[in-house]
């Protein structure tokens, strides 16, 4: 159930942002900036979004949790892009869902690339890339490679599968952010970590939070399938049918506004549906 009141910490774009009282011990160390964010030097900090404000005192972490639809970049984010021609030294790439037109993918930035043996992607390429590059006054710039080890790590091109549009809020819990969300809630007490207490009616549950990726765990547990996810909003999935890459896809999308237990039912109900039971 969602209510219609809108929730305590919420922030627009331009509102003051008061940064709470800081250990003694830590207030010479640095506070990290999250999405939804920007910094006015030399001390302020306004939002750029719509969005849930989140203050992460131990971890010295401040963001906007929001599900808007259009993606800024930031440095480190893996996305998912569309390659859409090929110059000199660079494929052009669109980033679905992103503010700009262009990403830049150098022909070198894969594993162990060199000019002969660089990956040939044509027009419509999808590749899973790592945002290496951000700027507002220039275009991004993208790498297929991990940058601590240099190997792909799974960035490269995606072959085959299909892409599924989701809400960048979505896109951000599937990559485990709903976890650190989830975790922040519980230390400050706002939700319960699912564990058991003692009551007048025996063991009752104490009440919990979706981190987002129950919907994954499910399904991983049920079904074969490869999976790639951005942070521009887009999943890509590929199986060895058609039909368990529809239902994962359709899964995912469905889960969004789920409990747990609600995302486990819908994996269940979706398999029975495509009739892909074991």
Excluded at 88 to 95: N, S
Excluded at 114 to 120: A, G, H
Excluded at 132 to 157: I, N, Q, R, V
Excluded at 222 to 251: H, I, M, P, Q, Y
Aim: charged share 25%; glycine share 10%; net charge positive.
């Amino acid at each position: 159930m969602y209510s219609d009141e809108p929730p305590a910490n919420l922030v627009l774009p331009g509102d003051p942002i008061v940064i709470p009282s800081l250990p003694a011990a830590a207030k010479n160390a640095s506070i990290k900036i999250g999405p939804g964010l920007t910094h006015i030097p030399p001390s302020t900090i306004i939002p750029v979004s719509a969005g849930e404000l989140n203050i992460d005192e131990k971890k010295r972490l401040i963001w906007a949790e929001s599900g808007g639809k259009r993606y800024t970049p930031h440095p480190q984010d893996p996305v998912i892009a569309i390659v859409t021609r090929s110059a000199a030294d660079f494929y052009h790439c669109t980033i679905p869902s992103s503010r700009g037109n262009t990403a830049l993918l150098p022909h070198l930035a894969f594993e162990n690339a060199t000019k002969k043996t660089r990956p040939q992607l044509n027009n419509g390429s999808v590749v899973f890339a790592r945002i290496s590059l951000a700027s507002k006054h220039m275009d991004p710039e993208l790498e297929c490679f991990d940058a601590e080890t240099g190997k792909a790590g799974g960035y490269g091109e995606l072959k085959n599968g299909m892409l599924f549009a989701v809400s960048l809020g979505l896109a951000r819990r599937l990559l485990g952010d709903g976890k650190k969300l989830r975790q922040l809630r519980i230390r400050k007490g706002e939700v319960g970590s699912g564990k058991k207490v003692e009551s007048g009616d025996g063991d009752t549950p104490l009440p919990g939070m979706s981190t987002g990726m129950e919907v994954l765990d499910e399904l991983g547990s049920r079904l074969a399938f490869e999976l790639a996810v951005g942070r521009n909003g887009r999943v890509w999935v590929d199986s060895e049918s058609v039909k368990t890459t529809l239902c994962v896809g359709r899964c995912i999308q469905e889960s969004e506004f789920l409990t747990g237990e609600e995302q486990k039912r819908l994996v269940r109900d979706k398999i029975r549906e495509f009739e892909l039971s074991r």
